[in-house]
């Protein structure tokens, strides 16, 4: 889980908005099921596409205001930042070439 960043309120502006690459951002939560089924993909996709998209995982219990300024809802949900502004977003436990498929539209 070495290349997997860690986002919260607190960083979020810094290590997302204001990121010199893409961002994808896991949502997540402990008790959250399918979040467990999409964690090791995106650990994954972390290290295939390390130095070309920054990836990494937002708790949302510990980081509230980061779900809320995004209107997520459900969780997993995956958010692709560009530019500082999100520019897709996938909800839900899905397969990696799903995943794959829309930051190659960003790269």
């Given at each position: 889980m070495a290349?997997?960043?860690h986002?919260?309120?607190?960083?979020?502006?810094a290590?997302?908005?204001e990121s010199?690459t893409p961002?994808?951002?896991?949502?997540?939560?402990?008790?959250?099921?399918?979040?467990?089924?999409?964690?090791?993909v995106?650990e994954e996709?972390?290290?295939?596409?390390?130095?070309?998209?920054?990836?990494?995982?937002?708790?949302?219990?510990?980081s509230?205001?980061?779900?809320a300024?995004y209107?997520?809802?459900?969780?997993?949900?995956l958010?692709?930042?560009?530019?500082?502004?999100?520019?897709d977003?996938?909800?839900?436990?899905?397969?990696?070439d799903?995943?794959?498929?829309?930051?190659?539209k960003?790269?």
């Open positions: 290349d997997v960043a986002f919260n309120d607190d960083n979020f502006k290590e997302v908005i010199d961002v994808l951002v896991d949502f997540w939560a402990e008790w959250c099921a399918p979040c467990k089924l999409i964690g090791p995106v996709l972390a290290t295939e596409y390390k130095g070309k998209v920054k990836i990494g995982k937002c708790n949302t219990e510990e509230p205001q980061a779900m300024d209107g997520i809802t459900s969780i997993p949900a958010l692709i930042f560009n530019d500082g502004k999100p520019v977003m996938i909800i839900g436990a899905v397969s990696k799903v995943i794959v498929e829309k930051l190659e960003v790269l």
